[in-house]
């Protein structure tokens, strides 16, 4: 009973003659070892192409909590207002050559919109059966908006309440001016 034993097409014989746990030849750099209440963090663009800018600002009637998100030739951008701001949508526009005005669709629909509003929600297309809600055009306006004035593919999420359409003109003059800054 020497050697790879009966049958099998001698599958363990080519492994017991070349293999050994003990071998140096395989030189492999250690896996990162966590430190004790700490994240491993993976490097990601050293170059900085992907920046993340957040700040809040104390707008007339609510306070509005803002983030960019810069990639490469790609914005994320995120309004939320109030105490506890939601993710409640999300649209995306990026410029085609076949029309001056982007191209704009709803990736995340309007769960939480009022039945008050048209359509009340939804998601998916770039609008519903019944209409799109206003909760959803406003996310598809400024990403169509930002991605006309950028030149980028523009990914936003406006959480502001429909009630206040002043807010969300103020939101976004405050979007435009720290693209501006930010040399967008």
């Known amino acids: 009973m020497s050697g790879g034993g009966g049958g099998g097409g001698g599958s363990g014989v080519a492994y017991d003659d070349g293999y050994s746990d003990s071998d140096s030849g395989n030189e ?3 896996p990162p070892v966590p430190v004790k209440d700490a994240c491993v963090v993976t490097p990601v663009a050293p170059s900085g ?3 993340e800018t957040s700040w809040t600002v104390e707008a007339p009637g609510a306070v509005l909590h803002f983030q960019i998100v810069r990639l490469h030739e790609q914005l994320y951008v995120w309004v939320g207002a109030g ?3 939601a993710h ?3 649209s995306m526009a990026v410029k085609t050559r076949m029309s001056d005005t982007p191209s704009v669709t709803t990736l995340l629909g309007a769960g939480g919109a009022p039945a008050s509003s048209a359509g009340g929600g ?4 770039a609008a519903n059966a019944a209409g799109p809600s206003l ?5 598809n306006g400024m990403a169509q908006r930002l991605a006309k004035r950028t030149g980028m593919c523009v990914v936003a999420s406006c959480n502001l309440p429909h009630d206040l359409a002043d807010l969300q003109v103020f939101a976004e003059r405050t979007l435009l001016a720290k693209l ?5």
């Open 28 to 30: 492999f750099a250690p």
């Open 49 to 51: 192409v992907i920046t």
């Open 83 to 85: 105490d506890t701001p």
């Open 88 to 90: 409640g949508e999300l």
């Open 122 to 125: 939804g998601g998916g297309g």
């Open 135 to 139: 909760i959803d055009s406003v996310s």
């Open 180 to 184: 501006k800054e930010l040399g967008v």
